[in-house]
């Protein structure tokens, strides 16, 4: 190219244009370099550690990171949200280090040995916490021991089952459906049980009005109901007794002789002081001898304190000692026994009076309570003698005694029906245990449970 040719300004455009390029590529290099040193400022607050892939970066990297968390190995990305299992440092040849291989990875072992195929790396799961198994619920446990309470009371009332509730559940075997007639064979069954002609009519009569004509077809339905029934006449509105509601607490005990009055009070002495309750027996049957004797065995065994008085004394005068003792000396409960026959019943019904009036005066507010114990045995006859105790004492409770050995212990309908005095205890056994605080529904179950129900295990 001839030099006289050449055109001074298309030199110096293409100088222009050459230093544009420089310069562009320059600019462009620093911003790579700055956005690379601001992307690795966002990976270290992030917890990133990625190797190195430029003897640049890895160097800027190395300067950046202290010995200490170059020796760590590197987070996932997620670790945060995601926990894991650390992954083994993977170094680069260029670090010098030995690699460690993968999961899954043939290792390479000495020179001519044969490559070792290592197992996958074990992910270990974050911990998760496991919930406790939540205890059983209050209801549970209290459906649980109401149903072993009424298989232990199952074998006491297992004369009184194979009598009334037997038949009745003779009446329903092997029926699907219910004729007009059957309710007249009920009628008889009840009619004929000790439960009292009132209270069978009165459930005779509630079955027919009550129930549908499709659940008089129902065996199952009328069988329910019978059940539910019971329980609700047994289920009488009555506060609980406190025997610290007062002290002392004076509990006055009436029946006839030989309802088990005598015996029942030393047992519920004997749990009372089981219960830490300092208790004082007073022998207000004097007119019989035996009974202050087996009162003072009881008041032995329990030991309990006993005021006792000659024989033939007065009642009301040893009842009254007794308590005023049980007054000065500090008793929790003091329990009066009482005479059971006297000459007429009129005579009976004088004397319990006045030892309620001489009660009164000893302690302001006595008697607490007042129990008639009634022998289970003597059946339709216990409501009479109840309606007769009833007219002459404030009756505030009912025991009902030796329903192990009779077949007529459904008069506990009766008088709950008809005298609306709550029963307080059922006694079914010799021992001091079976003299057993009453549950209506407890008492229900196991009326109303199978022949052959049988007590609970004792581990159970």
Known sequence: MDPSTVNPTEILELLGALGGVVATGALGYLFVRRARAARLRQIDSAGELPAPSEPEEQEATQERTPPEAAAEPPRPRHAA??????EPHRATPDAGLEIEPRGGEAEAGPEGAPEVERPPAQIIPFPVPTTARPAPARKEREQR????????????????????????????????????SIVGEIEKVLLTADIGVRTSQKLIEEIRTSLTRRELADPDAVWAFLRRRSAEMLSLPAPEVDFAAARPFVLLVIGVNGSGKTTTIGKLAAKLGGNGK????????????????????????????IVRGKEGADPSSVIFEGIKRAAMDGFDVAIADTAGRLHTKTDLMQELQKIRRVVAKASPGAPHETWLVIDATSGQNAIAQAQIFTEAMAVSGIVLTKLDGTA??????????????????????ERVEDLRPFDPGEFVDALFAPPNAAAPAEHA
């Open 81 to 86: 949200t995601r926990p894991r299992a650390p």
């Open 145 to 180: 021991e109401k149903e072993r309470e009424a298989l232990a009371l199952a074998p006491g009332l297992a004369r009184t089952r194979s009598g009334w509730i037997s038949r009745l559940r003779d009446v329903f075997a092997g029926r699907r459906e219910l004729d007009p």
């Open 278 to 305: 300092k208790v004082l027996l007073a022998a207000g049957d004097t007119f019989r001898a035996a009974a202050v004797e087996q009162l003072e065995i009881w008041a032995g065994r329990t030991s309990a304190t």
């Open 408 to 429: 007529k212990g459904g008069v506990i309908l009766g008088i709950a029906d008809q005298l609306k005095i709550p029963v307080r205890y059922v006694g079914i056994g």
